[in-house]
Nanobody
């Protein structure tokens, strides 16, 4: 069973930075792609960044150039460095294990970590 624990959220002013972390268990971490998702109030959950087994990354257009996803296989951890944050980045952020070629994920959704950006 895939278990995911996100941390690192908080309240930050526009233009600020945060670094999110997610520790995964129940999987062979190095054999899985990883993704960061977010859900804002009243909106559907969306994929904002993903990283493959080989380290290739993809980003939603809304965060390109501002967010950086990375992974530390020895720590079973995926990170999301968020710079130049905007009020529209306010959301609960989650990590999960995307199923390549689909919109599905392998893990259950955890509690996530709240990111609030004030203007």
């Amino acid at each position: 069973q895939v278990q995911l624990a996100e941390s690192g959220g908080g309240l930050v002013q526009a233009g600020g930075s945060l670094r999110l972390s997610c520790v995964a268990s129940g999987i062979i971490f190095s054999n899985n792609d990883m993704g960061w998702y977010r859900q804002a109030p009243g909106k559907q959950r969306e994929l904002v960044a993903s990283i493959t087994i080989s380290g290739s990354t993809n980003y939603a257009d809304s965060v390109k150039g501002r967010f950086t996803i990375s992974r530390a296989n020895a720590k079973n951890t995926v990170y999301l460095q968020m710079n130049n944050l905007k009020p529209e980045d306010t959301a609960v952020y989650y990590c999960n294990v995307p199923v390549r070629g689909s919109n599905l994920v392998r893990g259950s959704w955890g509690q996530g970590t709240q990111v609030t950006v004030s203007s």
